[in-house]
């Protein structure tokens, strides 16, 4: 069966950190309710990329938690990762899809520019993502989103929602005038010591659609 982008956070790794450090904390975190866990493209060099993802894989897919893999579609060819998600439009999703041979989640990282939701529609993504809500240092490359543009995106498209960037337990509810099924976290839960406490305070103030 398809795995699907469930409500509720986004969780996204970061490879370049010390791996033993990562793997302990996602061992904590997949016990708690996950909409997805997304392997950030920021990998150290020379990382047997196969042999990471498949450790990750083995810690959520036990748990059905989805795992995608950030614009480096490739690997999905040599691994059981569930999808991928874009930072920029793809000219050729339909043919990476046909040569990948099997269903996959696809989203794809949204800014301002309506037309990428647009995009999103036409080409059967399965979410969008929204980033930055906040200032962000892991999201330095994002603009910020002016929230009117992600009310009017909800006007065009049925896809879910999720919002990132900068979100923290501070300013969380400053997105409630928002319609959105989730939003998606690195650093405001991996870079703390007790992560699944910090995720269900998240879980606690979050409010999705």
Known sequence: MRKRIQNGIYLIVDPSMDRDRLLNKLKEIVHE???????????NPNENLVEFINEILNLCHPKNIPVLINNRWELLKDTNLD??????????????????????????????????????????????????MFPSSTANSCEL???????????????PVFLAGGIKHENI???????????????????TDNPVEVLKKYQQKIKTS
């Open 173 to 191: 509810e400053m997105l409630n005038e928002l319609n959105y099924s989730g939003i998606a976290v690195v650093s405001g839960i991996m870079n």
């Open 145 to 159: 989103i002016n929230f009117n543009t992600v009310k009017e995106a909800k006007k065009i498209t049925s896809l």
């Open 83 to 132: 999808g991928v998600h874009f930072d920029e439009v793809q000219d050729n999703i339909r043919q990476l899809k046909d040569e990948l041979g099997k269903e996959i989640i696809t989203g794809i990282t949204c800014n301002n520019d309506l037309s990428i939701i647009k995009w999103a529609n036409e080409n059967g993504l399965d979410y969008i993502s929204f980033c930055s």
């Open 33 to 43: 309710e996950i909409a997805a866990i997304q392997i950030w493209d920021n990998f």
